[in-house]
């Protein structure tokens, strides 16, 4: 508990105010027990497990403020992280504080949550080894972000955004629009990208990015004492400057029935080392499928327009918002508008009747997408502008967070301007 901090860097003094794409990394195996005072704060902490970033931590709450942790810690262990409210005066808190660091294990790290703004308090916290101070009223995900923080390998910074694209059916597009996100992230948005194909059995990553690795994600999956970042490195093709592929082996010698966790530590290793990580999640929903991508920071889902697409959006979405409770909603692609001959669904039937407006309608063209498939190519490498390559570069800054996508909505004005800028 006694540790050097920095006191500008563990202090959040205007309270737990978040980014809107502030990537939260998911907080590591360990034990948290929080001893609250009010009923107010023992809920937002018990809120917050429900939170994807906490599957993995074992989380206790219980009341009675710092009084009842200082008899709880005079017999058994002190946990990883400790969180303590103090609504009592200042000194009083000072002084459990004191008390507590007689109890303390080195290792533990120590958040206090309060209702007092005041500098020479956080600073007689501070000296004390306290590694946080929260300001209530605190939300679940200011909490986490907390603490998060403490326990995040060396700073957000370095906190691999994870982008997960699942289809509605199989064959709607959702490794289409996977593997030319990600080659757009990587190209030309310059992120250093790597895409995750994880359809064992199946999966095409390899194909359309012309590449043969020998080894790939199977490795990491069925090796998952061996993985880190040296194993995957090794694991990974190139397929440009800033794009790598983690391929899946697509043969057929053994059955993939995978374990839930089964892409964890591989995903950890990719976080910490790579900015943004593109998950190719086939079109089935197990248990380690709906991990992979309630674990993920964004969901793209892509549909078709017909009736299928439409009951699967819907579920898709149900699913993942009550799994994700501090999360934005998926964002929906719909690919393959205007195959000749096929009655569709208006577009705006999503929209209506699902309250979901679709981020991106992609249409059909079997002449360019069949292809840029033959020729193991991106779209953007097929065509360097055009609708389609437009729509993959805008979907790519929507993923990143960067800006949100500008409709390619024609104004009346707009003839009536590129005359005048002619002139
Ligand atoms: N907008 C499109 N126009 C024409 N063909 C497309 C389009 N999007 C995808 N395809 C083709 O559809 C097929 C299935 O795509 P794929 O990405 O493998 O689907 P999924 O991963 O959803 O099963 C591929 O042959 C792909 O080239
Ligand atoms: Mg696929």
């Known amino acids: 508990m006694r540790e050097a901090l920095n006191f500008a860097e563990s202090i959040d003094i205007d309270g737990p105010e978040l980014a809107p794409d502030a990537v939260i990394a998911p907080l590591p195996r360990i034990s948290v027990q929080a001893f609250c005072e009010t009923p107010g704060l023992a809920a937002v902490i018990e809120e917050s497990t429900h939170d994807r970033r906490m599957a993995r931590a074992h989380v206790k709450v219980h009341m009675g403020g710092a009084p009842a942790a200082l008899e709880a810690y005079q017999a058994a262990p002190t946990p990883n992280l400790l969180v303590l409210e103090s609504s009592a005066d200042p000194a009083q808190m000072i002084h459990h504080l004191d008390a507590l660091a007689e109890l303390c294990d080195a290792a533990t790290r120590?958040?206090?949550?309060?209702?007092?703004?005041?500098?020479?308090?956080?600073?007689e916290m501070i000296k004390r080894g306290v590694s946080?101070?929260?300001?209530?009223?605190?939300?679940?995900?200011?909490?986490?972000?907390?603490?998060?923080?403490?326990?995040?390998?060396?700073?957000?910074?370095?906190?691999?955004?994870?982008?997960?694209?699942?289809?509605?059916k199989g064959g709607v597009g959702a490794s289409t629009v996977a593997h030319n996100l990600a080659w757009a992230i990587a190209v030309a948005q310059k992120v250093n990208t790597v895409i995750v194909d994880l359809d064992l059995g199946f999966g095409t990553a390899a194909l359309d990015f012309d590449q043969d690795p020998p080894q790939g994600v199977a490795d990491a999956v069925f090796a998952p004492d061996r993985i880190d970042a040296n194993l995957v490195d090794r694991l990974l093709a190139k397929c440009s400057d800033n794009l790598s592929l983690l391929a899946a082996p697509a043969l057929l010698d053994r059955v993939y029935d995978l374990q839930e966790t089964a892409f964890d530590a591989v995903i950890?290793?990719?976080?910490?080392?790579?900015?943004?990580?593109?998950?190719?999640?086939?079109?089935?929903?197990?248990?380690?499928?709906?991990?992979?991508?309630?674990?993920?920071?964004?969901?793209?889902?892509?549909?078709?327009?017909?009736l299928a697409s439409f009951r699967n959006v819907k579920n898709i979405f149900g699913a993942l918002k009550q799994a994700r409770p501090n999360d934005r909603p998926p964002k929906l692609v719909v690919n393959k508008i205007g195959v000749p001959k096929r009655p569709e669904l208006p577009l705006a039937d999503f929209a209506k009747v699902l309250e979901i407006e679709p981020m991106a309608s992609i249409p059909f063209d079997a002449a360019l997408f069949g292809s840029a498939l033959n020729n193991g190519r991106m779209i953007m490498e097929m065509q360097g502008t055009g609708k389609v390559p437009d729509i993959f570069a805008q979907l790519a800054t929507a993923a990143l967070g960067r800006q949100p996508i500008v409709k390619n909505k024609t104004s009346l004005l707009a003839p009536i301007l590129k005359k005048l800028r002619r002139g």
């Open 268 to 306: 950890d290793v990719l976080r910490a080392s790579t900015p943004c990580i593109v998950l190719d999640i086939p079109h089935v929903w197990t248990s380690w499928a709906k991990r992979v991508a309630v674990g993920a920071d964004e969901v793209i889902v892509v549909a078709e327009p017909d």
């Open 110 to 123: 120590v958040i206090v949550v309060g209702p007092v703004n005041d500098v020479s308090f956080y600073r």
């Open 132 to 168: 946080d101070y929260l300001i209530l009223p605190v939300t679940p995900l200011g909490f986490i972000q907390s603490a998060s923080g403490l326990y995040a390998a060396s700073g957000a910074e370095s906190v691999g955004r994870a982008i997960a694209v699942v289809g509605t």
